[in-house]
């Protein structure tokens, strides 16, 4: 058995997932119960607090990135295309995922295998952020789930709400942030592809990676 003795880069040195875009390894920085905002530090690797939650907003799935992608070019095309919107650029981060189980799960910090189901083509301030929508891999509820449209409206509501709010104060009336449309499986897998080939064309010629 081959052992990896040091931490590999949760967005550069994990691979993900042989049968993509399919499947995926999904890196989690967040649960539902968590009470401030995880993200991956890009220098090094790890897991630090971004900021406390502002208001009562709680993410209603497990919240991550799919490793070895990047919203750029590729990603901002295909949301220009299909939303008929200006897209200057994707976000330049990984690609979100939301990973739906009926399962607790306490804490971030790791990796699941993610079934893509769907997701929001949401465009904030000009750039692409997509949010893939998942499943766990085997989960005894989700796991059934083959497309968004499989979904109850209320759990798409649920996280639709989320994203439009979280960034938000209260009485704010300028939204910056728009979701126009919730897309299936075909384009969830297409935004995928399309983020992989924009992580190659970015990271690729400098950093030495597996798949």
């Not at 967005?11 to 399919?22: K, L, Q, S």
């Not at 968004?148 to 709010?165: A, E, G, Q, W």
């Amino acid at each position: 058995m081959n052992v990896n003795l040091f931490k590999p880069h949760p967005w550069h040195g994990i691979p993900y997932g042989a049968n993509f875009p399919e499947s995926v390894t999904a890196y989690i920085e967040m649960v539902p119960s968590d009470t401030v905002k995880y993200e991956i530090d890009k220098a090094t690797g790890y897991r630090k607090v971004d900021r406390p939650q502002k208001f009562s907003n709680i993410v209603p799935a497990l919240y991550g990135f799919i490793p070895q992608t990047f919203c750029d070019h590729q990603v901002a095309e295909f949301a220009a295309l299909k939303s008929g919107k200006t897209v200057i650029k994707g976000d330049g981060d990984p690609l979100d995922i939301c990973v739906l189980t009926e399962r607790f799960i306490s804490s971030g910090d790791i990796l699941v295998e993610a079934i893509p189901i769907g997701g929001f083509r949401m465009i904030d301030k000009g750039e692409a952020d997509d949010k893939i929508i998942a499943v766990l891999k085997q989960d005894e509820i989700y796991g059934a789930f083959k497309d968004v449209s499989d979904c109850p409206s209320t759990l798409i509501n649920r996280l639709k709400h989320y994203f439009l709010t979280y960034k938000n104060m209260p009485g704010q009336t300028d939204k910056a942030v728009e979701i126009t449309h919730v897309y299936g499986q075909a384009d969830a897998l297409e935004v995928i592809r399309r983020s992989i080939s924009d992580y190659d064309a970015k990271f690729k010629s400098h950093l030495t990676i597996g798949v």
